[in-house]
Nanobody, 123 residues
Framework: DVQLVESGGGSVQAGGSLRLSCVASGYAYSVNCMGWFRQAPGKQREGVASIDIVRGTTTYADSVRGRFTISRDNAKNTVYLQMNSLKAEDTGMYYC?????????????????WGQGTQVTVS
């Protein structure tokens, strides 16, 4: 199966930037869509962004559009999330997820494989 490992989280002041990375290993060739989700304490896990591995088509949540950029380096089996102009409401645990089929609606139910998460704190 596919294993996902996130990195790049940390603490940053409002207006700052962070770059998250997600490395896929194992049977990564079977993955057609990668996504980033986040979960704040007491809230449900919500979609942040997704990218089609082959075509590069992207999807963003309204709350992050224009501030976050998702990209991929297929040669490295890695997906990135560049986070700029960070706000306090961006705070949460960020998870990388994969989907065998092409990208569809950005919702946790559409992704079957998950990393352990990396914490992002904006103050």
């Amino acid at each position: 199966d596919v294993q996902l490992v996130e990195s790049g989280g940390g603490s940053v002041q409002a207006g700052g930037s962070l770059r998250l990375s997600c490395v896929a290993s194992g049977y990564a060739y079977s993955v057609n869509c990668m996504g980033w989700f986040r979960q704040a304490p007491g809230k449900q896990r919500e979609g942040v962004a997704s990218i089609d591995i082959v075509r590069g088509t992207t999807t963003y949540a309204d709350s992050v559009r224009g501030r976050f950029t998702i990209s991929r380096d297929n040669a490295k089996n890695t997906v990135y999330l560049q986070m700029n102009s960070l706000k306090a409401e961006d705070t949460g645990m960020y998870y990388c997820a994969s989907r065998t089929e092409y990208c569809f609606i950005l919702h946790k139910a559409n992704f079957g494989n998950w990393g352990q998460g990396t914490q992002v704190t904006v103050s």
